[in-house]
């Protein structure tokens, strides 16, 4: 067996690891070891790699493994959990930049040699540059509207679809031309910039709320990006663990999609979230009267109710209160209290996203309800404690046809006896719309930081 | 059609398959860690890097193959650190487990 023979048969097992890491990540028990053994599967690809017979200097490898590396390293410990999200866009964004540089550079070398370039050639490298380039500027647009540096709400240009659409025809010509025999760098470095700006420009479209589904469908590009850059190189780690991604991230963005009740379409296309004029007059039942309390009197409603469901939503992700929540729910057990958590599919930003900061708060997987098994038990609820959530609750979604949410699946917490609502002010939620049930009679207000709140809520009840 | 391009799409199709047979057991709870686990995973495309900032090839193609090993460094070694703290979260109450280990 060659060297190459080697290497390639190290690239076999690596796609094994893969595989498997991927199948045990489908087990909150066994998935670290998947990702471990994901990770061991990477290392193994990298060394082997370093053993081919095309790499003959390692002086800038090693400069730009230890930049990057140490950057990823530190960015990844210091985040918070609840910016994990962006991180995941960051580092998802850098993937897609490094298939499109790849695929820069081996056009460069390929215009180099005699000859045309083949067409499997020429076509994965634009598929690369052009997918890899959309990610890149994509993710970033994306990484800025989460961590709130871009504002989160849908930016539109005048004529937003022509836009997008000529952008993209212009794409698919240059391509074209560089496809059918006109070689040349400069118009592939032209036709990347222009991939840029539809990145930039097709994600700055799209409100903050569904930018997990966004973040979703990038990653895909990203795999399918990295599998292009396989054909390129005729490498089928490349190709294969690419391809993981590209599949498993369309099936998780259709997953998320049909959370919200929405087509990858609709999320990509349809502005949503404007948050400027409410959708269809909302007026509670009561008339629009919102009645809010205090920590005193709602902790004796949550202390001598018999069943509290809790629903966490972003706001108790965005002030760190999972730990003061747990709190909570522990003095109210130890009150008899039966307590469990409601977990919206996309509770948080991201599917799980709220499981993790539960979990991350010691809170056992075994209290946290799926909606499709919880939503029956509300008419049995005394008390449902809604904490920083909106959309998620919003009966509109049930019986406003006109309102933007309606058809998404929600948490029927209207059900219950009694609502309590944590929240910093009557501002709208990520979609930007009215929610009834903060009119609804059986709802009381809590206004302030959620932390705060809770830690109220829980001197309260320890003292009822 | 070359043979190597037949025996690759080959590969290309299985995979999808693969890909979209594994993931689609996997509960709503890890789905945030798998985003993050798979989003690691396409940090190899640092492979392609590597064998372009190696080649020696000129001075654009090792500017251009450095800054892509940067990238997919970063890729990989954020990808598979921000999805093992995730799961480091991931336990049973530790009074639950106890029990069960006696």
Redesign the interface.
């Known amino acids: 067996m060659s060297r190459q023979d080697w290497i390639g048969f190290a690239y076999l097992i ?1 796609a094994s690891l ?2 498997i ?3 045990r ?4 028990a066994t ?2 070891s ?3 053994l ?2 061991v599967g ?1 290392t193994f ?2 060394v082997a ?2 053993f ?1 017979e ?5 002086g ?2 090693a ?7 140490a ?3 530190i ?3 210091k ?1 918070k ?1 609840t910016a ?2 962006q ?2 866009a ?3 964004g ?2 897609g ?3 499109a ?2 695929a ?3 056009y ?2 390929s215009i180099g040699a005699p000859g045309n370039i083949p067409a ?1 050639i020429i076509v994965s490298i634009l598929f690369s540059a052009v997918v890899g380039s959309v990610s890149f500027s994509g993710s970033m647009i994306a990484f800025g509207k989460l961590q709130e540096v871009i504002s989160g709400s849908p930016v539109t240009l005048p004529g937003q679809r022509v836009i997008t659409a000529a952008l993209f025809a212009v794409v698919l010509v240059l391509c074209a031309i560089l496809a059918t025999g006109h070689e040349s760098l400069p118009l592939l470095a032209v036709t990347m910039v222009i991939a840029l700006i539809l990145g930039i420009q097709m994600v700055m479209a799209i409100g903050g709320a569904d930018m997990p589904v966004v ?2 469908l990038l ?1 895909a590009f ?2 399918l ?3 292009s ?21 369309t ?2 963005t259709q ?2 999609g049909k959370a919200m009740n929405r087509t990858i379409a609709n999320v990509v296309f349809g502005a949503f979230g404007t948050g400027g004029g409410p959708a269809g007059a909302v007026v509670g039942p009561a008339g629009g009267q919102v009645r809010s309390g205090t920590a005193d009197d709602l902790a004796v409603m949550l202390a001598y109710a018999r069943r509290v469901v809790i629903v966490p939503g972003y706001g108790l992700a965005v002030a760190q209160a999972q730990h003061n929540v747990r709190e909570l729910a522990d003095v109210l057990e130890r009150r008899g209290v039966d307590v469990r958590y409601a ?1 919206h ?1 996309v509770a948080g930003r ?4 709220m ?2 900061l539960l ?2 708060a ?1 809170v ?3 209290q ?1 309800h ?1 909606m499709d098994d919880i939503n029956p038990d509300f008419p049995r609820t005394d008390v449902s404690l809604v904490i920083g959530a909106n959309d998620v609750v919003n009966p509109a979604a049930k019986n406003t046809p006109g309102s933007p949410i309606y058809g998404m699946p929600v948490l029927n917490v209207e059900q219950s006896t009694a609502v309590i609502v944590l929240k910093r002010s009557m501002n709208t939620g990520f979609a930007g719309i009215e929610n009834e049930l903060f009119y609804d009679p059986r709802t009381t207000m809590l206004f302030g930081d959620a932390k705060e709140s809770v830690a109220a809520l829980t001197a309260a009840v320890k003292s009822a | 059609m070359s043979e190597s391009l037949l025996i690759e799409l080959t590969v290309f199709v299985l995979a999808a398959f693969v890909g979209i047979e594994v993931i689609s057991k996997v509960p709503t709870t890890l789905h945030t860690p798998l985003m993050s686990g798979t989003n690691a995973i396409h940090g190899v495309v640092i492979v392609g890097a590597i064998l372009v900032a190696g080649a020696d090839r000129g001075p654009l193609t090792t500017v251009l193959g450095t800054v892509a090993v940067a990238f997919g460094a970063s890729n990989v070694v954020g990808g598979f650190v921000v999805t093992d703290r995730m799961l480091e979260m991931f336990k049973k109450r530790p009074s639950e487990r106890e029990p069960a280990d006696e």
């Open positions: 690596c893969f595989i890491g991927l199948k990540l489908s087990s909150p998935a670290r998947g990702n471990r994901a990770a990477m690809a990298i790699t370093l081919d095309r790499v003959v200097s390692y800038w490898i400069v730009g493994a230890v930049i990057g590396g950057a990823g390293a960015g990844a410990r985040v959990m994990m999200p991180m995941v960051l580092f998802n850098f993937g930049g490094a298939a540089l790849v820069l550079a081996d460069h070398d499997k973040i979703s990653n990203t795999g990006a990295t599998a850059t396989g054909f390129v190189l005729s490498n089928n780690v490349l190709i294969i663990a690419g391809t993981l991604v590209g599949a498993s991230g099936l998780l997953l998320m977990i599919p991201m599917p799980g996203h499981n993790v979990a991350e010691d056992p997987y075994t946290l799926e």
